[in-house]
């Protein structure tokens, strides 16, 4: 389990070692090539965040009477979501915010990482995303500012036209899975296929199928670009590390929250590395590197658990009208205007 790695974890912020380093190869279920069985469906939703909350800034590990309090505070706010409340009204009030999603179809997660940390984040010590440089691009997924293209993957810059909407609004790339992989809001899954010269990683949100060859080919030319990059993936020992470039443009280097986005994804080169720890579990780290838009490398390690059920389509656009009625909202509203 990651516990076993707990100790190793402060080492590991100091000096940006594997976490995992610490795992037993013995326990690790094997293919008939002796290559480490990673296939399955792997859960990685967490109550972990990504980043360092501010007020445990020199903490890296909870105690557990933090755990504790965090997996019942996350209990408790599930009840009070779906709890109606005098606010509350039917029919809903013409024009006011009616929200997305009742609790019922959130998946954030029951209990923080095995090992306690306090942010996703391992490198650097600090657990928080490191500085960006002057004058790279930033976004944020409000109405009221940003350029194209959207790099964000919720929320948009207006309503013109669907290019001025996140690319997980435009059913592109879903909001959690990247790469790198980022727990957040639901259909927190991926399934693996192994093969001896090809592993393939199937994102739930939105059924990107990323196929990633083991026979030392060359990656794509440069001026070749995908929504999800060109990986190479070869095994060091018991793990498999993948190494991605050539990502588009259109995406972010990195995105710290679903509603923002830094630099493009055309200078990114990003390093995952998957090991089974044992039977129920994957341990997934990622390290971005992008000397044109952060000060320096940084590095998550985010454990995942074997799904108990079959992955399903993710049909983003059926019966999806959101789009739709947002442009089609924007343009009765110029009509509106442009008739007073």
């Given at each position: 389990?990651?516990r076993?790695?707990?100790?190793l974890?402060?080492t590991?912020?100091?000096v940006a070692?594997p976490?995992s380093?610490g795992?037993?190869?013995?326990?690790?279920p094997?293919?008939?090539d002796?290559?480490?069985?990673?296939?399955?469906?792997?859960?990685f939703?967490t109550?972990?965040p990504?980043?360092?909350?501010?007020?445990?800034?020199?903490?890296?590990l909870?105690?557990?009477?933090?755990?504790a309090e965090?997996?019942?505070n996350a209990?408790?706010?599930?009840i009070d979501?779906?709890?109606?409340?005098?606010v509350?009204t039917?029919?809903?009030p013409?024009g006011?915010?009616?929200?997305g999603?009742n609790?019922?179809?959130?998946?954030?997660?029951a209990?923080?990482v095995d090992?306690g940390?306090?942010?996703?984040?391992?490198?650097?010590?600090h657990?928080?995303v490191?500085?960006?440089?002057?004058g790279?691009?930033?976004?944020s997924?409000?109405?009221?500012d940003?350029?194209?293209?959207?790099r964000f993957r919720?929320?948009?810059?207006?309503?013109d036209g669907p290019?001025?909407?996140?690319?997980?609004e435009?059913c592109l790339l879903?909001?959690n899975?990247?790469?790198?992989i980022?727990?957040?809001?639901y259909?927190?899954?991926?399934?693996?296929?192994?093969?001896?010269?090809?592993v393939?990683i199937?994102?739930?949100?939105v059924?990107d199928s990323?196929?990633?060859?083991?026979?030392g080919r060359?990656?794509?030319?440069?001026?070749?670009?995908?929504?999800?990059?060109s990986?190479?993936g070869?095994?060091?020992d018991?793990?498999?590390?993948?190494e991605?470039t050539n990502f588009t443009?259109y995406?972010?280097?990195?995105?710290?929250?679903?509603r923002s986005?830094?630099?493009?994804g055309a200078?990114l080169?990003?390093?995952?590395?998957?090991q089974?720890?044992?039977?129920?579990?994957?341990?997934?780290?990622?390290t971005?590197?992008?000397?044109?838009?952060?000060?320096?490398?940084?590095s998550?390690?985010?454990p995942?658990?074997r799904?108990?059920?079959?992955m399903?389509?993710y049909?983003c656009h059926?019966g999806n009208?959101g789009?739709?009625?947002?442009?089609?909202?924007?343009?009765?509203?110029?009509l509106a205007?442009s008739?007073?």
């Amino acid at each position: 389990m990651i516990r076993l790695v707990g100790a190793l974890l402060v080492t590991a912020m100091a000096v940006a070692m594997p976490i995992s380093a610490g795992a037993q190869s013995s326990d690790i279920p094997r293919g008939a090539d002796g290559r480490p069985d990673l296939q399955g469906v792997w859960d990685f939703r967490t109550l972990t965040p990504l980043e360092r909350p501010a007020d445990q800034a020199d903490q890296a590990l909870l105690s557990s009477e933090e755990v504790a309090e965090i997996e019942s505070n996350a209990r408790q706010r599930a009840i009070d979501a779906d709890r109606p409340t005098e606010v509350r009204t039917e029919p809903l009030p013409v024009g006011g915010n009616v929200g997305g999603y009742n609790n019922y179809w959130f998946d954030r997660g029951a209990g923080v990482v095995d090992d306690g940390r306090t942010a996703l984040i391992v490198d650097p010590p600090h657990g928080r995303v490191p500085d960006s440089l002057s004058g790279v691009a930033r976004q944020s997924g409000s109405d009221t500012d940003g350029t194209r293209p959207v790099r964000f993957r919720v929320g948009g810059i207006a309503s013109d036209g669907p290019e001025d909407r996140g690319l997980a609004e435009r059913c592109l790339l879903g909001f959690n899975t990247g790469p790198p992989i980022v727990p957040g809001g639901y259909n927190q899954n991926i399934q693996i296929f192994q093969t001896a010269d090809h592993v393939v990683i199937l994102n739930e949100m939105v059924h990107d199928s990323r196929i990633v060859p083991l026979d030392g080919r060359d990656r794509l030319p440069d001026d070749v670009r995908q929504w999800m990059g060109s990986s190479i993936g070869r095994w060091e020992d018991d793990t498999l590390v993948i190494e991605t470039t050539n990502f588009t443009g259109y995406t972010a280097s990195f995105a710290p929250s679903v509603r923002s986005a830094v630099g493009t994804g055309a200078t990114l080169r990003l390093t995952e590395r998957f090991q089974r720890l044992d039977a129920e579990t994957l341990l997934y780290e990622f390290t971005v590197d992008d000397a044109t838009s952060f000060t320096q490398p940084f590095s998550a390690a985010l454990p995942m658990k074997r799904g108990a059920a079959p992955m399903f389509e993710y049909a983003c656009h059926e019966g999806n009208y959101g789009m739709q009625n947002l442009l089609t909202g924007a343009r009765t509203e110029e009509l509106a205007a442009s008739e007073q």
